[in-house]
């Protein structure tokens, strides 16, 4: 950038590339140089001296690409991550709608020994039985449908979205060091320089005095000569720190060129490479998405062609003659009846072939088949409003009746949590006495479980029975007999619990919210089973519903699963213990606290 000037007068090159006279003669023969009267490039001179190549930082640009860069390059990542999400959703709705048709198809399922048996001997029903079974296998390709988006889609771009996170913080930490070191050579050049710079001045304020001090006849002649070698040493520090910045700038310039035509485009290379792969890797998952559909619709349609064959193999008058044959009932035709005279005495007589005759004989009577008439099950849906949970928003006598209607149930939730201690505690106490038939310690967990349960309902029932008195007080129709009357209605209540959870049960195993006023008095079981044989199978009294899973490892007892349907041979005696049957081969006693049995009509009425 600048030429060396050895001696006085000489002519240099200044940073900005100009020619530069000797200038002042104090600044002769130190190399320093200057424009007298200002450099010809404006936005170089400083102080009339041109010193600087650029007057700020020319690296803040390429920092500014460097954040586009990385907005832009996360923006994609961004998109991959949401695209993603979109078909974790589609295979969501996938799963529901396969479980939905399979729910379907076995809600409309003939039932095993029941009369829709029967009825799938026509070629109507049974082409609707094929039906069924098609739309399951209908409902499996829609669960093939997610399982592959989930795997080829969900599985595969979620690793690759966490390698392209990582690829990406390699590449912008490498482009952030390659910026740190650049502006760290641009630091060490401009410190270098305003070195120079400073002992150019020095050097000129030297040679200023030694030129006065020179001048001065007063002046000693030892004086003059410190005054010579101090500017001396001055103009050789001056030197030295000319040529340590011509060294800093060489490196600077080399480093730069380095920076902005090898590293800097070798990293921005590797980032668009990435965002290219990104770009393509999200068109493949696109064209795999509908790949995953197509795959199934062969399938799809070999369903569809089964359902259509069913539907063909429809025969009408097939169906009509099996009707025929059901129903038939095989009497002749009456015979045609004879003509009575009236005019001559004669006995009556009626055709023995005669309508009313044959009627006599065949003697038909009307059979009241079908179904019978069941219990109709309400199915009153709860209402589920954001409502406050003391139902200050009702009016008073309709929030008495909530209140009064939510004390009922905690009360009902105790008295069965309370059924279920009681239970186990005998069972606790049945295993102290015999050791042998199980561990004591393994239901004191439970019992402390039970306990904590009952006390959480108590101290919510005692909270909804302050609001209902607080209500209660501010009713004057609520007399004192009403009360009475309420309380001697949930005693009623608490001591009927099992009966009332039993009756609110339908025989589907669904939940109504119909609540009889009447009470039931629980009759005490007897042991009238013990007359029967004991070879002879106790009859089904009902089913019940394990609550949780039992291990039966004791002799007389049977293991459940939690939620498993079986049948009840036998109430509770009050010892705690039912008495179930899954098969033929298996039955078993079970703690009463660990089902929920549902029993029969006729077994209730008994």
């Known amino acids: 950038m600048a030429a060396d000037v050895p001696g006085r007068g000489c002519v240099g090159v200044c940073a900005c590339g100009e020619p530069s006279d000797g200038g002042s003669p104090s600044l002769q023969g130190v190399g320093f140089l200057i424009h007298r009267g200002g450099c010809p490039q404006p936005n170089l001179q400083n102080r009339n001296v041109c010193l600087k190549i650029k007057s700020q930082n020319p690296h803040c640009d390429k920092a500014d690409q460097f954040d586009n860069l990385e907005k832009h390059t996360q923006w994609g990542i961004d998109v991959l991550e949401k695209y993603i999400k979109f078909v974790k959703e589609r295979t969501e709705i996938e799963l529901s709608y396969a479980k939905q048709l399979r729910n379907l198809s076995k809600k409309y399922q003939p039932k095993k020994n029941s009369k829709e048996e029967e009825e799938y001997r026509y070629t109507s029903t049974r082409a609707f039985l094929a039906t069924l079974n098609e739309m399951n296998d209908y409902a499996g390709q829609h669960e093939v449908i997610s399982e592959n988006m989930t795997s080829l889609i969900i599985g595969e771009l979620t690793r690759y979205v966490q390698e392209l996170k990582q690829e990406r913080k390699s590449h912008f930490h490498d482009g952030r060091k390659a910026q740190q070191h650049i502006e760290t050579c641009w630091k060490q050049l401009e410190a270098s320089k305003r070195r120079f710079e400073r002992d150019c001045k020095e050097a000129d304020r030297a040679q200023q005095y030694f030129e006065k001090m020179d001048a001065d006849i007063n002046v000693t002649k030892a004086d003059v000569e410190k005054a010579r070698q101090q500017a001396q040493l ?10 340590e910045y011509s060294s800093t700038l060489q490196k600077f310039n080399s480093e730069q060129h380095d920076h902005y035509y090898t590293h800097i485009p070798n990293i921005f290379q590797k980032i668009q490479e990435m965002e290219e792969r990104r770009i393509v890797r999200i068109g493949e998952s696109m064209k795999t998405f509908a790949d995953v559909d197509r795959q199934v619709i062969p399938i799809i349609g070999k369903c569809l062609d089964e359902i259509t064959k069913a539907a063909e193999s429809v025969d009408h008058k097939n169906d009509s003659q099996m009707v025929i044959e059901a129903f038939k009932s095989g009497f002749e035709p009456p015979g045609d009846v004879d003509f009575e005279d009236f005019t001559q005495p004669m006995k009556r007589t009626v055709s023995e072939s005669s309508l009313s005759n044959s009627r006599g004989d065949g003697k038909y009577e009307p059979k009241f088949g079908g179904k019978s008439k069941g219990k109709l099950w309400p199915f009153i849906k709860k209402n589920k409003g954001a409502g406050p949970e003391d139902f200050s928003n009702l009016p008073p006598e309709q929030r008495r009746k909530k209140l009064q209607q939510k004390v009922d149930e905690l009360n009902k939730d105790i008295q069965k949590e309370m059924d279920q201690r009681d239970a186990l505690t005998k069972m606790k106490d049945v295993y102290i006495k015999n050791p042998q038939m199980g561990d004591a310690a393994s239901v004191d967990h439970r019992l402390s479980e039970l306990e904590q349960n009952i006390e959480k ?15 209660e007080g501010r009713l004057p129709a609520r007399t004192e007999q009403a009360r009475r009357q309420s309380g001697l ?10 009966s009332c959870a039993q009756d609110r049960e339908s025989p589907d195993g669904s939940y109504t919210e119909e609540q009889s006023q009447e009470t039931e008095m629980k009759v005490p079981a007897t042991d009238f089973d013990d007359e029967f044989d004991d070879e002879e199978p106790l009859p089904t009294i009902g089913t019940c519903k394990a609550l949780y899973t039992f291990e039966g490892q004791n002799e007389g007892t049977i293991s459940v699963a939690e939620g498993e349907m079986l049948y009840v041979i036998e109430e509770d005696k009050g010892d705690g213990w039912t008495r179930i049957r899954r098969n033929e081969d298996e039955e078993g006693y079970v703690p009463t606290s660990y089902v929920e049995v549902y029993l029969d009509k006729n077994a209730k009425d008994s």
Do not use: C, I, P
């Not at 309902?457 to 209500?471: I, N, P, S, T, Y």
């Not at 209605?489 to 099992?498: C, R």
């Open 457 to 471: 309902l108590r101290l919510e029932v005692q909270k909804f029975e302050g609001w209902l008195a607080d209500v």
């Open 234 to 243: 001055r103009h050789q520090m001056a030197e030295d720190s000319k040529a």
């Open 489 to 498: 209605y949930e005693a009623q209540n608490t001591s009927a619990v099992n």
